[in-house]
């Protein structure tokens, strides 16, 4: 793992240059541009908003805010498995270069919609200010809860890039898997919805339950998360990397003869 980061630090201008490449392609050609990254988590949220505070209603005060809260970092999360999972398949012309360093390509996806995630937040901010929500201090967790979640994604991206490159169907089983993972995640309704019989269960089951919880505390809640589940994740995200770095380093020389 350590040797895997030391490699992503020395690449650090090659990671910039590709993420700088593919937040320029991302949008390139439409009429709006670089404004769809602000659109689409407000479309999304929009939609959500409409179904679960018309439709079905959610007892959830300010629940468009609290949505946006839980959704972005959602957002972060589905977007950077899915786009790594084919990272490496889709980049068979930089992989046949002379010592390509393939851990980039999941890396530049993740920072990407890191960056992209950045972005959105004075959004979420002001639509929290809108509601007369005012950010605390307890936003200062906020980069403990960011680092957490970005080892997290990363390792979980090492890990379906690697093995995509055999079993190719593993992007499709990787899209319905995140669906399924949405809805248990507490995004769409308050974590006071699961029965209080399997919640605890249920939120240390599921990183990104806690993950999420903890930016609606100190966001929707203004209150610090709860230590111990995030304390759990981190060393989760970084066992998870140590293992996910292994087993890219040993299929990496498989890559260029595979796809």
Known sequence: MIRNLRELYQYRALLWSLVVR?????????????????????????????????????????????????????????????????????????????RFPAQILPATVVATNLINYFLSLPLMVALGLAYGVVPSWHIVAFPVIVAVQTVFILAFSYVIAALNVVFRDLQHVTANVLTLWFFVTPVLYPVTTIPSSIRQEAILANPMAVIATSYQAIFYERRLPAAIPLVLVAALSIALLAVAAAIFKRRQEEFAELI
């Open 22 to 98: 593919e937040l320029r392609a991302r949008y390139r050609g439409s009429l709006l541009g670089f404004l769809w990254t602000f659109l689409n988590p407000t479309l999304l949220m929009l939609v959500y908003a409409l179904v679960f505070s018309v439709y079905m209603r959610q007892a959830v005060q300010n629940y468009t805010y609290f949505l946006f809260v839980g959704l972005l970092p959602w957002i972060f999360f589905s977007s950077s498995v899915s786009g790594s999972s084919t990272s490496i398949t889709d980049r068979r012309d930089l992989l046949t270069k002379v």
